[in-house]
């Protein structure tokens, strides 16, 4: 089974800035897709950014200048340079990775643990 193991997240003022990462281990033939979700208390996951494996990406037009989304190919890890935060930036993070076991095996999906990101105002 693969794994997506989150770190980062916490507490920060509005203004300020966080870093989260996600490594994916298990036996992984290749990581394709990779990107980062939110969600709010009583609402759907939403999409935050994502990275394609030749680093094409993607920006909810909410956080488009403010975050980054970058990835190690190497290391199945992605990161999520959060800055200028706002309070309504809190929410639940949960990365998310689109993978394949073997060469030519449909891709499967799996997801982070999710981590609390929380900006005070």
């Known amino acids: 089974q693969v794994q997506l193991v989150e770190s980062g997240g916490g507490l920060v003022q509005a203004g300020g800035s966080l870093g989260l990462s996600c490594a994916a281990s298990g036996t992984i033939y290749s990581v394709n897709a990779m990107g980062w979700y939110r969600q709010f208390p009583g609402k759907q996951r939403d999409l935050v950014a994502t990275?394609?494996?030749?680093?094409?990406?993607n920006y909810a037009d909410s956080v488009k200048g403010r975050f980054t989304i970058s990835r190690n190919n190497t290391k199945n890890t992605v990161y999520l340079q959060m800055n200028s935060l706002k309070p309504e930036d809190t929410a639940v993070y949960y990365c998310?990775?689109?993978?394949?076991?073997?060469?030519?095996?449909?891709?499967?999906?799996?997801w982070g643990q999710g981590t609390q990101v929380t900006v005070s105002s």
């Open positions: 990275i394609t494996r030749r680093g094409n990406t």
């Open positions: 998310n990775a689109l993978w394949s076991r073997t060469l030519g095996s449909t891709p499967k999906s799996s």
